[in-house]
C-alpha cells in the first residue's frame, strides 16, 4: 500500500464571480457559523454571480476543541474530485451533525474519548467523502496555515467575522436577513 500522493490542489471555496467580494470566516462547528453558511445559497441567488464573490475563510477557534481537525479535512475533502462542492457538502455533514463534533460545554461530554480518526470516519459517514487519504497529505499544513494567517492578518478574532472588498464589517451578523446583508454589502 502506497502512502498519501502529495500532487493535489486545494480548490478555494470560492462561488460567484461578481466585483463585490464577500468574505465569511467561519468555524465549521461554531453555531453562528454554521447559520451563517446556511445563507450562502440564498446570497449567491438574490445578489447573483455575476455581482457577487463570495469567499469561505476558516477561522479556527480553540474552544472548539476539533476545530484544526476539521478545518483541514473539509480543504482535504476540497482536493478530491468536486473541489469546492465536495468540501461543501463535508461543511454541511459537519453543520447537521454540529452536536457530534463538539463538546458538552466546549469541556466535556462523549467526544472526550474521540481520536481524530473517530472524527474523520463521522465525517465520512456523514458526507459519504473518503477523506482520510487526502487528510494525510503532509503538504495539506500549508493551505490551514495560509487560513490562519489570513485570519490574523485582517484582525479576526471570532467567528463569524463578515469582510466587504477587503474591510471587516461589524455590523453584519449571522442572525441577520440575507435582505439585511445585501444592504451592508451593496451599500
Partial sequence: ??????????DPLVWGHGPRVF?????????????AL??????????????????IRFQSQPWHMFSGVIIRAILAASTLEGGR???????????????????????AG?????????????????SGVALAQAFAVPDLQSAVKWHSRYARQNGIHVSPTFMVDGLI????????TVEAWMERIFA
Fill in 169 to 176: 464589517d461589524p455590523a453584519i451578523s449571522s442572525g441577520d
Fill in 1 to 10: 500500500m502506497s502512502g498519501p500522493s502529495t500532487s493535489y490542489r486545494v
Fill in 85 to 107: 462542492e465536495t468540501a461543501r457538502r463535508v461543511m454541511g455533514a459537519v453543520a447537521a451533525h454540529r452536536e457530534e463534533f463538539e463538546f458538552t460545554n466546549h469541556c
Fill in 23 to 35: 468574505e465569511m470566516f467561519v468555524e465549521p462547528t461554531c453555531p453562528f457559523s454554521v447559520r
Fill in 110 to 126: 462523549p467526544n472526550m474519548d474521540a481520536t481524530p480518526n473517530d472524527i474523520i470516519r463521522r465525517m465520512e459517514r456523514y
Fill in 38 to 55: 446556511g445563507k450562502l445559497d440564498a446570497l449567491l441567488r438574490q445578489a447573483g454571480e455575476d455581482r457577487i464573490t463570495i469567499k
